[in-house]
């Protein structure tokens, strides 16, 4: 039989990994710049391939989102060949119809993006973008970012020069 102090230690322990894997494997509806969900580096102006993807998913019957288009962008539609509810421009709740295994292109956005962040973000009376499990279960999910520019999409870093010699006076 283990010591007290020992079994405790062990629960910690693997509640602790209990948290970090579910965190781990937690839903993620992305925006990205085309179905195949490998660059989230998105084209400035006009655009109706810009995707979101619902990933790290076991299974899934349904999403709710909102679009977080950059500052002085123009929204017109969500494509999808799922079923939708509600008419809330760039607010989407989607039902995929069946249990579905990720990577699950939900749908395109048609809008004129200017240069910026492009976010998924919490639907209007929730915290955070939602999925609805196959258990039918609504549950949190993570949202992603993309960005929008012009060229090669090199996402502005706030930098400045600086010798070697001033980075390490830094840690002195």
């Not at 992305?30 to 979101?52: E, H």
């Not at 950059?70 to 989607?94: A, H, K, L, R």
């Not at 992603?144 to 010699?165: F, I, N, R």
Request: aromatic content about 10%; some cysteine; glycine content about 10%.
């Amino acid at each position: 039989m283990l010591p007290e102090r020992t079994f405790v230690k062990r629960c910690l322990i693997g509640a602790a990994f209990l948290f970090v894997s579910t965190a781990a494997f937690a839903d993620h509806l992305g925006v990205y710049s085309n179905a195949s969900g490998t660059s989230v580096c998105l084209p400035v102006g006009f655009t109706s391939s810009v995707a979101v993807i619902h990933k790290q998913s076991s299974g899934a019957a349904g999403s709710t989102f909102a679009l977080q288009l950059p500052d002085g962008s123009s929204f017109f539609q969500f494509n999808t060949s799922f079923t939708t509810t509600g008419s809330i421009p760039g607010v989407v709740s989607v039902n995929y119809g069946a249990c579905l295994e990720s990577p699950i292109v939900v749908g395109t956005v048609v809008a004129i993006l200017a240069p910026g962040y492009f976010h998924i973000v919490a639907a209007p009376g929730y915290d955070s973008p939602m999925v609805v499990d196959c258990a039918s279960q609504l549950h949190a999910a993570t949202g992603g970012t993309g960005y929008a520019a012009s060229g090669d999409c090199g996402v502005p870093l706030a930098t400045e020069s600086a010798t070697w010699s001033a980075v390490k006076a830094l840690y002195r």
